[in-house]
């Protein structure tokens, strides 16, 4: 904060007293307080909760006639940051802005401090003008950022690819002192930071992206020299134990680190393309997953259907969506569910995402004969009560599956299909005898990934078109008065639903910044489940298509994805664009 005279400290007094911002009967009781003592008023303000910084600062620098800049609202480029050391920014407390008109634009918690702006000119070279910002908002700005990817570039011009090929190390560390592993440690921790799922490393005729999916959307963080491909990725097959002379095959792999305190596991797949060789690399970080299927977003009739299907002693519970849609999460949560020393859990799966205590669980490995459909034959022999099978790739899979549900075992498994009545056709198109698959389902789970909106956010009254389509779409379930809505809520999973409304609903919007792009932090699922009763086992012997079960199903109750969907935009769970975004598809 700046050095301020008594005058200026009464004349930022009287500015927060004018906008309303702090109470005058609060103002002269610290008065008497401080008495002939002395002391800042305005520190005794900030003591009490009556001020913060960012609101001091904004005063400050209208008082003293400099612009004012809330570092929490906007973005910075790398490039622009590096323009002032990291030890300079902590040594003075300020951050670039950017360059105008041969100046350097610089936030600096103190304004008056002619000395710290003279060393920051003499540093850079260039004429400083200087802006206010808070203490807190700058100390926030340089630990968010350093480390992000300051000083990536200028170490990986110092990398000769050539080195980085010859290395023969298999300790499974990156704590080196290269170049190379120090960009790519600043790449994963920032990954990790930000929850991000996959990293892309793509490289290009001229250059080297580098991309990052954060709650199911790409986007790029930084560009690197062409030069720099060879040694990076050769610096990530080293760690996952593949053959850094082979570049025409794909090649897949998986390593462990420790980044920021936190163990992740890394899958590593590796792709040749037109300018090099494509790195994906997938994140696995446990600490960062909620096994709760509440949590996740399944509630109403949905988590009703479900939490009853895994009650039951054998049958098949399948759920179905795209890849990354977080169908193997919700295995995870269920078999968390149901998880004690009573019972007998083993898992198959590719590759074996999360480890879990108390459950048995078998990494399939095509190489050594280990497919789901051996492993599968392997895991009934080993005395099981419930069986995970990791997805139902083929006809023999599926068989199996449905043999082990005959015969006493409660089996989770996953299929691609795009809604939870699709899996039905699906397992018949796999040769599976209809009245096989009628007695032996329980439940079949659709589902889909949403962004949340953030915490910080702000209202907006519906459009003509957006309300339309809410009615269109949850009308004929939502509460029709006042009186309904309890009840209605509570049905649906979702509390204080709207009364339908022909006008507008009030919809939510999270704040854009730097930390939550486009309002968004985290996700959420969208699901829809179909218990297969006598009824639909009736359809399912008829052949009945996955339209005609779905008719049937929500005639029983279930909420499709879609309307899930929509009951989460009323609830401010998510926006109408995300649902559309994912489940545009779906009716």
């Not at 009650?311 to 969506?321: D, E, F, R, Y």
Request: glycine letters at 8%.
């Amino acid at each position: 904060m700046a050095l301020l005279t008594k005058e200026a400290e009464e004349s930022i007094i009287s500015l927060l007293l004018s906008e309303g911002l702090v109470e005058g009967a609060l103002v002269n009781k610290i008065r008497e307080t401080l008495g002939d003592q002395g002391g800042s008023v305005l520190n005794e303000l900030s003591k009490q909760g009556a001020t913060n910084e960012d609101m001091v600062a904004h005063a400050t620098a209208a008082i003293l006639g400099v612009p004012y800049v809330d570092l929490k609202n906007i973005a910075i480029d790398q490039d622009i940051l590096s323009l002032i050391p990291y030890e300079a920014q902590i040594r003075v407390k300020a951050i670039p802005l950017g360059e105008k008109d041969g100046m350097l634009n610089a936030a600096m918690a103190d304004v008056t401090n002619v000395q710290a702006t003279d060393y920051l000119s003499n540093l850079t070279g260039k004429p400083i003008r200087v802006w206010m910002s808070s203490e807190h908002g700058i100390r926030e700005m340089i630990e968010k950022n350093h480390g992000d990817f300051a000083g990536v570039k200028e170490a990986v011009r110092e990398t000769n690819a050539e080195e980085a090929a010859k290395e023969q190390s298999n300790v499974k560390t990156i704590v080196q002192d290269s170049p190379i592993s120090k960009a790519l440690t600043t790449i994963l921790s920032y990954a990790v930071r930000t929850k991000t799922s996959d990293i892309h490393i793509e490289p290009l005729e001229d250059s080297l992206i580098i991309r990052c999916r954060v709650d199911g959307v790409l986007r790029k963080i930084m560009e690197l020299p062409k030069n720099v491909a060879p040694a990076l990725v050769s610096r990530i097959k080293i760690l996952s134990n593949l053959k850094i002379d082979e570049h025409r095959i794909p090649q897949d792999g998986q390593f462990t680190v420790a980044v920021d305190d936190k163990e992740v596991d890394l899958r590593i797949a590796i792709s040749p393309v037109t300018w090099g060789e494509q790195v994906v690399i997938r994140l696995l970080d446990k600490s960062g997953t909620s096994m709760n299927i509440e949590k996740m977003g399944m509630s109403g009739h949905a988590l009703r259907t479900v939490l009853s299907g895994i009650k039951k002693p054998n049958g098949m519970i399948l759920t179905s969506g795209p890849t990354g849609s977080g169908k193997s999460t919700t295995l995870y949560a269920l078999i968390q569910q149901i998880k004690s020393e009573e019972i007998n859990i083993v898992t198959l799966e590719d590759p074996v995402e999360y480890k879990m205590e108390g459950i048995n669980q078998i990494q399939v490995n095509v190489d050594a004969g280990l497919t789901f459909a051996s492993g599968l034959r392997s895991i009934l022999r080993q005395d099981p009560d419930v069986v995970m099978v990791g997805e139902i790739r083929d006809s023999e899979t599926a068989s199996l599956a449905v043999q082990a549900a005959l015969t006493g075992h409660l089996v989770f498994s996953t299929l691609h299909t795009n809604s939870a009545a699709g899996i039905l056709p699906r397992l018949l198109d796999m040769g599976i005898e209809p009245f096989l698959l009628a007695s032996t389902l329980n439940v079949v789970i659709g589902q889909r990934l949403v962004r949340r909106l953030t915490e910080k956010r702000e209202f907006h009254k519906s459009s003509d078109i957006e309300t339309a389509a809410i009615n269109s779409i949850v009308g004929d379930i939502l509460p029709t008065s006042p009186d309904d809505v309890a009840a209605v809520s509570e049905d649906l999973g979702y509390p204080g639903l709207p009364v339908k409304n022909d006008n507008y609903y009030m919809l939510a919007k999270g704040m854009d910044t730097k930390e939550t792009p486009g309002g968004y932090k985290g996700r959420a699922g969208l699901y829809e489940t179909i218990e297969v009763d006598e009824d639909i086992q009736k359809m399912i012997t008829s052949h009945a298509t996955a339209a005609e079960i779905m008719r049937l199903a929500r005639s029983k109750g279930t909420i499709t994805m879609r309307q899930d969907g929509i009951l989460k935009v009323l609830s401010g769970i998510t926006s109408i664009d995300e649902v559309n975004r994912v489940a545009s598809d779906l009716s």
